[in-house]
């Protein structure tokens, strides 16, 4: 919004823009002299620093409507698995429990506070379908990882011939890397308060990805996009946890309210650091070999970097960055490198499995991408 203090006239830059792009081109542009800048070349105080240190600030957490409703969610205890059936008989007697609803994630537990949504959710007896889930363990996945380093892969880059050079090599280095499986782990849990009727949805989070939660959270109610309204609240850290194409934790919390009746009562769901550590989404777990070969004066003449790992771009609306079963994303500052060396081989082998994977907030070149 541009705003005109003297007046009190204002208007979006959308407006303006279609007023503006009627002008008529200037053939010469005054600049501002550099005395007149205002804020370039001055540091102005946060327009946030005074609700953040006097407290005041509202984060998701903080939010509490009128008969407003806590969630919890029992989610698999193995990813890919679903729920088969469940008994609801002892979380419904805990007092406070309002409701037991299943909802796809799992099943919710819905009461008056946070700690008797705890209590019913640990007396809630769920049977779960483990057909599809994976069971294997950290160690057992990498030992996959290691045995497909092996094996022949896509090719991401491949200049001169990387193979023969190291072998004829004066000398020669050998590593390899494991990264395993992180969690964002922001200091404010995931949570989201959502009041669903069957005309509208309102939303209140620490929101990263408006556009793509508006339209999931639309698809889940069975609303126009446009009926959908969030506020976007300060988030207790997010480091791009809270951006991602399922729009998780907003999907739940929409789901578990269309469970409950959509009767515009404000549900919050919150999820708890238990949750957040064992509910994903995580930074993938990635495998890197590498062979260099260097002549005798000790320069690098030849590089050959296998990466194994899964893809963060496949299966959502990036895919299609996805090209020939190279995700730029996993072999970014590998098949990028910079460097001018004569003979590059870089190989990326794309691997699936049930746990869920997410961009981890750092710069793109750090690992699982390459070391």
């Known amino acids: 919004m541009i705003s005109h203090p003297a007046s009190k006239r204002q208007a979006t830059f959308g407006a303006l823009a279609i007023k503006a792009a009627a002008l008529p081109v200037p053939d010469k542009v005054t600049l501002k002299d550099p005395k007149d800048f205002k ?21 998701t957490l903080d939010v509490a409507l009128p008969g407003m409703l806590v969630a919890l969610l029992k989610r698999p205890p193995l990813f890919g698995a679903t729920v088969k059936s469940f008994d609801a008989t002892a979380a419904s007697a805990v007092p406070g429990v309002v409701k037991v609803v299943q909802v796809p994630h799992g099943v919710a537990v819905v009461a008056m506070s946070f700690w008797a949504a705890k209590q019913g959710r640990e007396a809630l007896a769920v049977e779960w379908d483990e057909t599809q889930a994976e069971k294997r363990s950290t160690s057992q996945i990498m030992d996959e990882y290691r045995h497909l380093a092996e094996q022949p892969a896509a090719s991401a880059r491949k200049v001169g011939d990387a193979a023969p050079a190291i072998k004829n090599a004066a000398h020669t280095v050998s590593a390899s890397y494991e990264f395993p499986y992180l969690a964002h782990a922001p200091m404010e849990p995931l949570d989201a308060v959502v009041k669903l009727t069957a005309s509208s949805c309102e939303i209140w989070a620490g929101d990263q990805f408006q556009t793509m939660d508006q339209a999931n959270a639309a698809k889940t109610a069975g609303l126009d996009p446009l009926k959908v309204s969030i506020h976007t609240l300060y988030a207790g850290g997010s480091f791009g946890r809270r951006a991602n ?87 970014e500052g590998a098949a990028t490198m910079a460097y001018d060396i004569p003979n590059i081989d870089v190989e990326l ?4 499995n049930p746990v869920p994977v997410l961009w981890w907030r750092v710069v793109g070149s750090s690992p699982p991408r390459s070391p």
């Open 349 to 352: 082998a794309t691997t699936k």
């Open 245 to 331: 194409v399922w729009s998780d934790y907003i999907v739940e919390a929409v789901s578990i309210a269309k469970a409950y009746g959509a009767d515009g009562t404000p549900i919050k769901l919150q999820w708890t650091r238990e949750d957040d550590i064992q509910g994903g989404l995580y930074r993938p777990m990635y495998f890197h070999k590498i062979e260099a070969g260097l002549n005798e004066k000790k320069e690098l003449v030849a590089w050959r970097q296998v990466i194994v790992g899964q893809s963060i771009m496949a299966g959502g609306p990036f895919e299609v960055m996805v090209k020939n079963g190279i995700d730029p994303t996993s072999v």
């Open 39 to 59: 804020l370039i070349g001055h540091q102005l105080p946060r327009v946030d620093v005074p609700a953040k240190v006097d407290g005041t600030a509202q984060f």
